[in-house]
């Protein structure tokens, strides 16, 4: 299985088990965040941990989870990005955008202070 879908209390976690986030599997990651959303999650933490290597239909499922997050009123964070896949991110002013993590535990800590807000 490409991805792992795992409920954690107050969000998600949607895991890339693959080394490519690309045109071959981008579209059915971005299938997976439309039925985690239409479940009733609101809240996604995105980890990429394990991808080396993402494009341009990588991207857009990325901001397909930002969206529909955003229009659930939720959040949506992106954590584990490895560098080449860090540096397409950064280039493509996406960091200005998303929010972003080292860490899956720090994406919980994250929406912890968010909902204590």
């Given at each position: 299985?490409?991805?792992?879908?795992?409920?954690?209390?107050?969000?998600?976690?949607?895991?890339?088990?693959?080394?490519?986030?690309?045109?071959n599997?981008?579209?059915d990651?971005?299938?997976?965040?439309?039925?985690?959303?239409?479940?009733?999650?609101?809240?996604?933490?995105?980890?990429?941990?394990?991808?080396?290597?993402?494009?341009?239909?990588?991207?857009?499922?990325?901001?397909?989870?930002?969206?529909?997050?955003?229009?659930?009123?939720?959040?949506?964070?992106?954590?584990?990005?490895?560098?080449?896949?860090?540096?397409?991110?950064?280039?493509?002013?996406?960091?200005?955008?998303?929010?972003?993590?080292k860490?899956?535990?720090?994406?919980?800590e994250?929406?912890?202070?968010?909902?204590?807000?």
């Open positions: 299985m490409a991805f792992e879908i795992r409920k954690n209390g107050s969000y998600t976690l949607v895991k890339v088990n693959a080394d490519r986030l690309d045109t599997n981008a579209p990651l971005k299938s997976e965040l439309v039925v985690v959303n239409n479940e009733g999650e609101k809240n996604i933490v995105l980890d990429l941990s394990k991808v080396t290597y993402c494009d341009s239909s990588g991207l857009r499922a990325v901001l397909v989870a930002n969206r529909i997050c955003e229009d659930a009123i939720g959040t949506f964070i992106l954590c584990g990005l490895q560098p080449d896949v860090e540096n397409l991110v950064q280039i493509s002013m996406l960091h200005t955008v998303l929010l972003i993590t860490t899956e535990e720090e994406a919980k994250l929406l912890k202070k968010k909902d204590n807000l």
